[in-house]
């Protein structure tokens, strides 16, 4: 079993930045992929940034430029440094941990708003 502990959200006015972070602790066998999703109400999931154990790394179109994963493998954690923020970042923010196309297991969520 996995757990995964999402921390960093908050308020943040457009064009700031904020910084992600996500503990994973149990058995990692499963898991080659961490990555960040996030969802606003009313809409699906969607990928924001993953990353495999061997450092590739996939962003959304949206975020390209502005966001950056990163994995401390030692730590077991997760980053996703967020920069230039945009009202429309607005969203709940969901560390997930699985396969590269199959999330398994997914945190809390923490949020993000971004005012303008």
């Known amino acids: 079993q996995v757990q995964l502990v999402e921390s960093g959200g908050g308020l943040v006015q457009a064009g700031g930045s904020l910084r992600l972070s996500c503990a994973a602790s149990?058995?990692?066998?499963?898991?080659?992929?961490l990555g960040w999703y996030r969802q606003v109400p009313g809409k699906e999931r969607e990928l924001v940034a993953r990353?495999?154990?061997?450092?590739?790394?996939d962003y959304a179109d949206s975020v390209k430029g502005r966001f950056t994963i990163a994995r401390e493998n030692a730590k077991n954690t997760v980053i996703l440094q967020m920069n230039s923020l945009k009202p429309e970042d607005t969203a709940v923010y969901y560390c997930?941990?699985?396969?590269?196309?199959?999330?398994?297991?997914w945190g809390q969520g923490t949020q993000v708003t971004v005012s303008s």
């Open positions: 997930a941990g699985g396969s590269w196309f199959d999330p398994s297991y």
């Open positions: 990353i495999r154990s061997s450092g590739l790394t």
């Open positions: 149990g058995s990692f066998v499963s898991i080659n992929t």
